[in-house]
């Protein structure tokens, strides 16, 4: 490996879960920086998502596309991702300007990527610029070096994917010895071929004895990553994990690990029971409460879904002996993988690989085009992780142009072949092409919200209709928001979950407000209020995991017993007492939650504020797609027509309102369902401090001590 440019360091000491340095890469002049954080910078941005949204508002401008060379890729754990007492650590963040959306977008991964960077002795990596050709970053804690080499090649096949090309190259660094002290980040040549390229994060696991992946998979951060001629990032440090992450008070945080320790091991068995199955159960969930995407989230429902239940991948794939943490110390160990597949499609076809997931996403994406065959699925996960393509935004536009051949948007002739639900084989190919950006595979990597112009313009080109209409049509199954693809949940029926979508900052990714299950399995917050208020305070706690660097499963998804108890026992109070046991513990401060709440309500505006200058922070940005709000079309209506109707009489005013033709109820069903949207809108815009255009309010940028100049030129802009 070629040396381009190499610094020596003195490695910063973590103390109280931050090192308060951060690594700066310019890749224009192959520049490295370490640069000093002040204290105050920590308490007011806190962790991983913190820093990145601090300094894409200080260092990006309004005009900063992901190709811009200002744009950041900033990777970046928080004070709490490095602790094996304590479970579900080891996350960080990857935050940039999307490809997708235009604005800030973060996306959670696990591994052992960030407590090494850690450990190296930065809290975050921050990359601007565009190098002229491909580039390795080597962080060598062990060493104190820090060195960008020429990428090197391992011959066309392996260079063209992302976890063999990380594989050979950690190889390679350690002279053939795969170790737990060594970790990389990499994507393959997908990623350069769709908006929607992921970073995959490549780790040791010595139970399964093979390297393991987790991804960061939404926004096309890997895209940018290769854009700016960055292959991949390969971190080493031989410090012990136990005291690497340096708490304040270690004996506290060992008593709120061992106390949630003792929660996931008692709970999980009896509720979701993730350890055992891994996220896969939620199939037989959402297909029971007709929640899983079918035909691009035409129907949640359907007879062959049991082939693709949780069991299924447990006796043909999954190994039941092994504990699958991603990171160490975490008992709820919902990780699961394969050993041995062999590749049947593809040009990798007869290989035998390890395939790490698949995750409920993953399947369900693939339900999205009509499928449901394991070992089709299984193919699917490996493809897209090998290629660097985000499963759910590769599904997701892979249905919408399934829909446009299903409706007549498309033809065969536009496509080349025919892009039929539950075609194998057609599906299989979108998949290469897009990886290969050829043919129909190039709109597809666009994703879905360019995809619909291409779309209409052909259509319109060819029967000569109109463009304002083709595109009306279009949006109603387009399935993104902002420019982001939704992610696996049908929301029709739960208008929390609606709101949970439309107002991610992001895009419609479930991890700033997953209220699905809570609204729709569980019926937690029936009423209006309800769901406005948990659309307030679901997305301030989830986004802080993402803030500090943990996962939030063992939070989410494992209640505590004594939560029945509590006034609103969805929010599992006594399980997030431990975290601010934990955080306070960790830095030395004593923590609440609402000081947790406080935190991540300062991120959560100036990420809006970004948006805003991106100009993507509008209320028009909220509008969802009218399926996302019911059945778009009389098809998906007539599908349950009985539970529609029933519905309509139970909301409709007078009973004599009730229409006669299913078509007229379809109608009035639709004109409810878009009504008590925008009513949400309103009452949650009220009660984050935005005026009803969902900009914030002067007062509520003061009460976080953010209306700054820029800040303040801001809401003049939009009339505050
Ligand atoms: S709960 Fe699952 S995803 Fe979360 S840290 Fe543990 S193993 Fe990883």
Request: hydrophobic share 35%; with cysteine.
């Given at each position: 490996m070629k040396t381009l440019n190499s610094i020596r360091y003195e490695v910063a000491p973590v103390c109280g879960g931050y090192t308060d340095q951060v690594l700066e890469l310019d890749l224009s002049s192959l520049a490295i920086s370490t640069i000093d954080v002040e204290p105050v910078y920590r308490r007011t941005y806190v962790g991983g998502r913190g820093y990145a949204i601090k300094m894409i508002w200080d260092q990006t401008n309004k005009e900063t596309r992901y190709d811009s060379p200002e744009n950041i890729l900033v990777m970046a754990s928080g004070p709490l991702g490095n602790e094996p007492r304590f479970p579900g650590t080891g996350k960080f963040v990857v935050a940039t300007i999307s490809p997708l959306t235009d604005t800030f977008i973060d996306s959670n991964i696990g591994g052992h990527f960030a407590p090494l960077l850690k450990m190296c002795g930065f809290d975050a990596l921050a990359i601007k610029g565009i190098s002229r050709e491909e580039v390795v970053l080597i962080v060598d804690g062990d060493e104190g070096t820090i060195a960008i080499t020429e990428a090197p090649s391992f011959g066309k096949d392996i260079d063209a994917g992302g976890l063999r090309y990380g594989e050979a190259l950690i190889r390679e660094f350690t002279g053939g010895q795969f170790t737990e002290n060594v970790a990389a980040v990499t994507t393959g040549n997908g990623a350069l071929n769709a908006r929607f390229g992921i970073i995959n994060s490549l780790f040791y696991d010595r139970r399964r004895r093979r390297m393991r992946s987790k991804q960061a998979g939404r926004g096309g951060t890997g895209t940018v990553m290769r854009f700016k001629g960055l292959r991949a990032v390969l971190v080493r440090s031989s410090l012990?994990?136990?005291?690497?992450?340096?708490?304040?008070?270690k004996q506290s945080v060992q008593e709120a690990g061992a106390k949630l320790k003792k929660v996931i091991s008692q709970q999980d068995p009896q509720q979701l029971n993730l350890g055992a199955w891994g996220t896969p159960v939620l199939v037989e969930y959402m297909n029971k409460f007709h929640l899983l995407p079918i035909n691009n989230y035409q129907y949640g429902n359907h007879t062959d879904a049991a082939r693709i239940f949780a069991d299924v991948f447990l006796e043909r794939y999954f190994e039941r002996k092994v504990p699958d943490g991603c990171y160490m110390g975490c008992n709820l160990a919902c990780a699961k993988g394969a050993e041995n597949v062999i590749l049947t499609r593809g040009p990798r076809a007869g290989e035998k690989v390890g395939i790490d997931g698949p995750e409920y996403e993953t399947l369900a994406a693939v339900t999205c085009q009509g499928i449901f065959d394991p070992p089709y699925i299984m193919e699917y996960n490996w493809y897209c992780d090998e290629y660097g393509l985000d499963t759910i935004s590769m599904g997701v536009t892979a249905g919408f142009l399934m829909e446009c051949f299903q409706r007549g948007y498309l033809s065969a002739q536009d496509i080349g072949?025919?892009?039929?639900?539950?075609?194998i084989d057609a599906a299989d190919r979108l998949l290469h092409e897009t990886a290969e950006g050829r043919g129909i595979g190039k709109i597809c990597g666009q994703g879905v919200y360019r995809a619909k112009h291409w779309v209409a313009e052909r259509y319109t080109a060819r029967t000569k209709a109109s463009m304002a209409e083709t595109m009306t049509e279009l949006n109603k199954f387009g399935m993104e928001v902002k420019g982001l693809e939704f992610s696996?949940?049908?929301?029709?029926?739960?208008l929390a979950q609606q709101g949970g979508y439309g107002f991610s900052l992001k895009g419609p990714q479930h991890d700033e407000a997953w209220l699905i299950f809570i609204d729709q399995v569980h019926n937690e917050i029936p009423t209006f209020e309800m769901k406005a208020q948990a659309l307030k305070w679901f997305p301030l706690v989830r986004t802080w995991f993402n803030a500090v660097g943990l996962c939030k499963l063992p939070w989410i998804d494992v209640r505590h017993p004594a939560a029945a108890d509590t006034d609103n026992p969805s929010q599992n109070q006594p399980t997030l007492q431990y975290y601010a046991q934990y955080y306070g513990a960790t830095i030395g401060e004593k923590k609440s939650v609402q000081d947790i709440l406080d935190d991540s309500e300062r991120l959560h505006l100036l990420q809006k504020m970004i948006n805003l200058r991106q100009g993507k922070g509008t209320r028009a940005f909220d509008r969802i797609p009218l399926r996302a709000m019911g059945p778009a079309y009389f098809n998906e209506y007539q599908s349950r027509s009985d539970y529609y109707d029933e519905w309509l009489k139970e909301h409709l005013e007078e009973e004599k309102d009730f229409p006669l033709s299913p078509e007229e109820r379809h109608q009035a069903l639709l004109k409810l369902r878009q009504d008590a949207y925008q009513r949400l809108c309103d009452e949650v815009y009220k009660a984050k401090g935005y005026n009803s255009m969902a900009v914030p309010l002067r007062k509520t940028l003061e009460r976080f001590d953010l209306l700054d100049e820029k800040a303040e030129a801001l809401l003049q802009a939009y009339g505050v």
């Open positions: 012990p994990r136990v005291q690497a992450n340096n708490p304040i008070d072949y025919e892009l039929a639900w539950g075609n696996m949940y049908i929301c029709k029926e739960s």
